[in-house]
Structure formats: structure tokens, C-alpha cells
């Protein structure tokens, strides 16, 4: 069994209504910024913003964009949904 690319599992997650309200009350400025679009749209909008990346498929070709989705989204979107 193969892994998803990062891309997709972003993807997936902004579909995802739990993961909205992880960046709605983790990224509330960036999550207000973008109110002009649909949920899923913003969600991406977001993770673009916070991986500094223009394109979700950067994700898989670019180490440093992948490693600030960890650190900053995948981590603490685990955490926060522990906490929960």
C-alpha cells in the first residue's frame, strides 16, 4: 500500500469540517481574510497561506513547504483534535 501525496491529504483535510474549525481558531486573521469563499476554498486558501506555498501540490516537491505543513497544520491539527 502506497502513501497519499501530501498534496491529497491536504486536499482532504480542507474538506474536512473539523479541520475548518482547526484553522478558523488557529489562523482567525487568514481565516477572516478569506470569508469571501466557501468553506472548502478557504481552507485551502489558509494552508497556502500558512505553508507559504501558491499551489497545494507543492507540498510534494518542495521539502521545506512540506516540513512547514507539518509543523505547522498536521501536528497541531492531531493535538488540537486530542484536546477536543
Known amino acids: 500500500m502506497t502513501r497519499p501525496a501530501l498534496a491529497r ?19 482567525p486573521v487568514d481565516w477572516k481574510d478569506f470569508s469571501d469563499l466557501e468553506d472548502v476554498d478557504r481552507a485551502a486558501a489558509v494552508v497556502r497561506t500558512a505553508c507559504g506555498i501558491k499551489s497545494r501540490s507543492e507540498l510534494d516537491s518542495d521539502a521545506a513547504a512540506a516540513q ?3 509543523s505547522e497544520l498536521g501536528f497541531p491539527f492531531n493535538a488540537w483534535r486530542r484536546a477536543t
Do not use: D, V, Y
Open 9 to 27: 491529504t491536504a486536499g482532504i483535510l480542507c474538506g474536512n469540517p473539523e479541520f475548518r474549525r482547526f484553522l478558523a481558531e488557529r489562523f
Open 68 to 70: 512547514r505543513f507539518h
